[in-house]
């Protein structure tokens, strides 16, 4: 009964998956990551589940960070080969392409494949946040599940090396 409820009625579950047509998510791919976490962690009370659903939705949103990542790419890939298209030295730009080597084509397109430096600072901001959100859902719960089999478990320390105040 709680984990129907908690992709029905959780704090996340309204919001988090995307049901626009082109980013649309499986609400059965969610529930179903979701049920085999619960499956692995087998939260037993209302302390344990809400940790699991945590995990849940910030699993999914790394998720959905590779997808945005790949989106990029593809998306560089595509105005990339439109220029080329489009250009009125198309020939000449053909011809120069033909003439590289494999390693140089690689290079080029390995240049592709990186996000312009704003849209990566904010992948990577973005990741290290969820990062950040997913070890500590993970940790309080494994806290939890200790605690409950009779560990003396102490209190959780989080110490931030990041130099900011």
Known sequence: MIAKNALKHGFFSKCLLIPHPDGKEDPTEYQ???AALREHYQPLDFLEE???EKIAVWSWRLRRLVRCESGQIVRALAEHSHEIKQSSDRDSIELELAELSSPEIDAITDHLFLPLKEELDKLLRYEAMINKQLNHAIAELE????RRDGESVPALVSVDIS???
Do not use: I, T
């Open 50 to 52: 809400p940790w699991v």
């Open 143 to 146: 806290r939890l599940q200790r």
């Open 163 to 165: 130099g900011r105040d």
């Open 32 to 34: 179903d990551f979701h």
